[in-house]
């Protein structure tokens, strides 16, 4: 087997995200990358079917100019195991972290302009795009403030 250190994504085969129905029917692991960056890894027993309906399409389709690498596994019984051994090496961004599709509050928000490149800078520093950079942002200054506030209630406890 290739050890992992020998594969580089950005060289293997590859479509862009929206030709995915060009890609090959045949049993793979697959990257799907913004740049050099592996946003995604997963695995199929036929690439085309698996990319006709993914289920984070709509998110990755947020990133822009992403494209799907793939290579190609003869032995199926060994997608698992190349999976979790490909995910644990390149640490992709997106795997393991919800769709957020599910329950959607759909809000606009309007920032002073002067913020955008902060906000840009954040999304680069965070490989994700200024829309999610925005939403974690967001999440974790209201968690940090519900904790401040759980803390706060406490002490005026005691």
């Known amino acids: 087997m290739t050890p992992l250190t020998a594969i580089a994504p950005a060289a293997l085969p590859s479509l862009p995200l929206a030709e995915r129905a ?4 045949t049993p793979a692991i697959y ?5 050099d960056t592996v946003l995604y890894v997963g ?6 079917q698996r990319w006709l309906a993914h289920h984070r399409l709509k998110q990755l389709n947020e990133y822009g100019a992403c494209r799907i690498a793939w290579m190609m596994v ?3 019984s060994l997608l698992d195991e190349l999976e979790r051994a490909c995910i644990a090496h390149f640490q ?3 795997n393991g972290t919800e769709i957020g599709d599910n329950e959607v509050w759909q809000a606009t928000l309007r920032l002073p302009r002067d913020l955008e490149p902060a906000v840009k800078e954040v999304a680069r520093q965070r490989l ?3 829309t999610i950079a925005l ?3 967001i999440k974790e200054r209201l968690d940090q403030i519900a904790a ?3 803390r706060l209630e406490r002490e005026g406890e005691r």
Do not use: S
């Open 43 to 48: 695995k199929a027993t036929n690439l085309r």
């Open 31 to 35: 990257f799907v990358l913004a740049g």
């Open 92 to 94: 992709p961004v997106l």
């Open 128 to 130: 994700v795009p200024p």
């Open 135 to 137: 939403r974690q942002f």
């Open 148 to 150: 401040d506030a759980r």
């Open 22 to 25: 060009a890609l090959p029917n």
């Open 74 to 76: 003869d032995d199926t």
